[in-house]
């Protein structure tokens, strides 16, 4: 994507200070989100050979063991690009000591990126809602992928705490958050990266909360305010009593006992990487990797 066709509402350097943090766990809405799209594998006919988890520690440390227990002949590669600190984590918390039978016998498991066409399932959960350059990163899974693999992932969609939003709103205080990305356009920017039959799917999940204090808690693990023009310095405690009351007085829901109700929308994806076809124009590149894929699907 050019400069101009990034995500207007999210700040490049912002996303990516969150995306290289030191996790200690997953958030709980994400391994809730990797459960629900586990099941969803049962959709799929055939059971890939390999597959890689594309940085599981924010996606979901207990959805990885998930899919590798759903999985358990396939080889695995873990992907985790947040940062050094990440990567030492995710080998720690996802590699086999040398002395379990494991690291020696069954299916072989990788850490790093993977070579381009060599993966069967790209498995990533819960990050495309907080990437700075989507397509960018849609167009690394493609590139992963090998020829009739497939990639599943979730994020979060525009409906995701609308609450806030109104109520940021109405008191006149500067957006809480950026804009999410409509389903329809992540299917758009699949097909633009060159996946085919892009299945999307959405739902939307009411969490609750005894408290004003609790929910703010909850949502500062989910993620920060990425939004460009985000308030600028720090708020004082004036302001955190202020949201509090606000938060009580229009999020109290009589019909969850009380608690204090906001939405998160939730959007899965699945689409599968096509035979490469040749761009019919006046002039037309092919890439070398897919000029011996038509070649050997001629062949046969």
Not at 21 to 38: K, N, T, Y
Request: net charge neutral; charged share 20%.
């Amino acid at each position: 994507m050019s400069e101009q066709q990034l995500p207007p509402t999210i700040d490049p350097a912002a996303a990516q200070r969150w995306h290289a943090r030191a996790v200690d766990a997953s958030p709980w809405l994400h391994e809730e989100i990797a459960r629900r799209m586990q099941d969803r594998l049962q959709w799929m006919a055939a059971k890939p050979a390999n597959w890689c988890d594309w940085d599981p520690l924010n996606g979901g440390i207990e959805g990885h063991a998930l899919v590798q227990q759903q999985f358990a002949e396939a080889a695995s590669r873990i992907h985790e690009t947040s940062s050094t600190a990440g990567q030492q984590r995710a080998q720690e918390l996802f590699g086999k000591p040398w002395w379990s039978l494991g690291r020696w016998s069954g299916p072989s498991q990788q850490f790093g990126k993977p070579e381009d066409a060599s993966v069967q399932m790209l498995w990533a959960n819960m990050a495309l809602h907080a990437a700075a350059n989507p397509q960018a990163l849609i167009g690394q899974w493609h590139k992963a992928l090998a020829v009739g693999g497939y990639v599943m992932f979730s994020c979060l969609g525009p409906d995701t705490v609308r609450e806030i939003h109104r109520l940021y709103a109405d008191m006149g205080w500067p957006v809480p958050g950026h804009s999410m990305t409509d389903m329809h356009d992540w299917g758009d920017m699949l097909v633009h990266a060159g996946f085919a039959e892009p299945v999307m799917d959405m739902e939307r999940i009411t969490l609750t909360f005894a408290t004003p204090e609790r929910l703010l808690q909850e949502l500062r693990g989910l993620g920060r305010n990425l939004h460009p023009q985000r308030f600028g310095a720090l708020r004082g405690r004036g302001f955190k009593q202020k949201l509090e009351l606000a938060l009580t007085e229009r999020l109290t829901d009589s019909a969850q006992g009380g608690q204090l109700a906001i939405t998160f929308e939730i959007i899965y994806g699945h689409a599968f990487k096509p035979e490469p076809r040749v761009p019919v124009e006046a002039n037309s590149a092919v890439s070398l990797q897919d000029m011996r894929a038509m070649l050997r699907k001629g062949r046969q």
